[in-house]
């Protein structure tokens, strides 16, 4: 009866975890909420221990593991990445009226650049990787 009981509750337990997936936000979604983020080339995209985990590249280019939660698809990287590649840095530099955009890396959890600002003036620029948005300027 012992052995029932404990077959019976793994059971259980593996069929509240699929439960858990059903409810929350499907492989699809997931998928979609990944990319919408900047991440590219998802794999092993699957639900485990309550989450959704995959391996993908971060927008910066970097390789990373995540973890998705399954009820909100708020994504845990396993390191800090940028949620903006290149061009999109690029893009809303020169939307903010900067030119001569050059030196663009991702470095230390933000987004570096060169550039000229709007009055003409040659800065280097910190700006952050979620939103694109100059943190900081001095001159170069």
Known sequence: ??????????????LGGVALAQAGLTQAQVRAKLESQGYTKVNDLKFEDGVWKADARSADGN?????IDAATGEVFPDEQVANLGEADVRAKLAA????????????????????????GKDV???IDPKTGKVMGK???
């Open 1 to 14: 009866m012992k052995l029932k009981s404990l077959v019976l509750g793994a059971v259980l337990a593996s």
């Open 63 to 67: 390789r990373v593991d995540v973890r």
């Open 96 to 119: 903010a009226g900067y030119t001569n955009v050059h030196d663009v890396d991702y470095e230390d959890g933000i987004w570096n650049a060169e550039a000229d600002d709007p009055a």
């Open 124 to 126: 280097e620029l910190k």
């Open 138 to 140: 001095e001159k170069d």
